[in-house]
C-alpha cells in the first residue's frame, strides 16, 4: 500500500517567492496533519485537519501560512511571500479518527528559503 | 501545557549492548504512547505503541510503560550499528493531536 506522499521532496525559492507544499494522505485516514522540523525547534505541529476540516491552526506561525484540504485526497501548505526563517523541513502525516492515534508520516520536503 | 521530555543525548552505546531511551510526560491522564525512529535526513518511522502499563516487546524492542510515574521507556537488545537514529516519543493527550518530544540521539559505536 502506498504511504503518505508529498511533493516536491525538495524546493529551493528565494525570499518573497510563493511556495506551495503538497500532500497524499493514506486512503482511508481522515486526518492529515503538517509539521515543520528544525534543528532549533524540532518537530512542531502547524495545522490538522479531521475529514478535511481544519480543527487546529495555533501551530501556524504567521498569516504567511495557509493550508486547505479540498478533498480527502490531498492537502496543500502555502507560504506567501516566503522568508529564509521558513527553511525547514516539512512533514505531511495521516491517521484514521476513530481507530488508533498512530500517524504515519511522509518523506517531507526540504525548503531552502534563500 | 502537555509536555514531553527526553534526553537529547547523544546516547553512545557499543554494538550488543542494550540501549535504553527513556521519556517523561505530564498529564497522568494520558492513554497512548509511541516511539519514532528518524535516521539523518529521514522522516520519523513509527517503531512501537504501548497502551497499557507493563513492557511490550516486538523482536528487539521492548517498550515499557509506567503511568504511576509517568514515564515511558524503549529497549533496545543486540544494539546493532543500524540502530542509530535519533528516536523521539510521543504522546497522545486526547486532544486529537499527538505531543513529540525532542529526540534523543543513539549511536551504536561498532
Known amino acids: 500500500d502506498a504511504g503518505v506522499i508529498q511533493s516536491p521532496r525538495h524546493e529551493v525559492t528565494e525570499m518573497g517567492q510563493e511556495v506551495t507544499l503538497r500532500c497524499k494522505p493514506i486512503?482511508?485516514?481522515?486526518?492529515l496533519f503538517w509539521y515543520r522540523q528544525t534543528m532549533m525547534r524540532g518537530l512542531e505541529l502547524l495545522i490538522y485537519f479531521n475529514n478535511n476540516v481544519p480543527i487546529d491552526d495555533s501551530g501556524m506561525p504567521e498569516d504567511r501560512f495557509s493550508a486547505k484540504m479540498p478533498n480527502a485526497s490531498f492537502s496543500t501548505l502555502k507560504i506567501q511571500p516566503s522568508e529564509p526563517r521558513d527553511s525547514a523541513v516539512y512533514f505531511c502525516a495521516s491517521s484514521f479518527k476513530g481507530g488508533s492515534v498512530e500517524q504515519y508520516f511522509g518523506p517531507g520536503t526540504r525548503l531552502t528559503v534563500t | 501545557q502537555k509536555e514531553v521530555e527526553q534526553n537529547s543525548g547523544p546516547l553512545s552505546v557499543p554494538e550488543g549492548a542494550i540501549a535504553s531511551l527513556n521519556c517523561t510526560y505530564s498529564?497522568?491522564?494520558?492513554?497512548?504512547f509511541f516511539w519514532y525512529r528518524q535516521y539523518s535526513g529521514k522522516s520519523p518511522e513509527l517503531i512501537m505503541s504501548i497502551y497499557s502499563n507493563g513492557d511490550k516487546e516486538d523482536g528487539r524492542f521492548t517498550a515499557q510503560l509506567n503511568k504511576a510515574s509517568q514515564y515511558v521507556s524503549l529497549l533496545i537488545r543486540d544494539s546493532q550499528p543500524s540502530d542509530s537514529a535519533t528516536y523521539l516519543c510521543?504522546?497522545?493527550?486526547?486532544?486529537?493531536?499527538?505531543?513529540f518530544g525532542t529526540g534523543t540521539r543513539l549511536t551504536i559505536i561498532p
Open positions: 510521543a504522546v497522545y493527550f486526547g486532544n486529537e493531536k499527538l505531543t
Open positions: 486512503s482511508g485516514h481522515n486526518s
Open positions: 498529564d497522568r491522564g494520558s492513554q497512548s
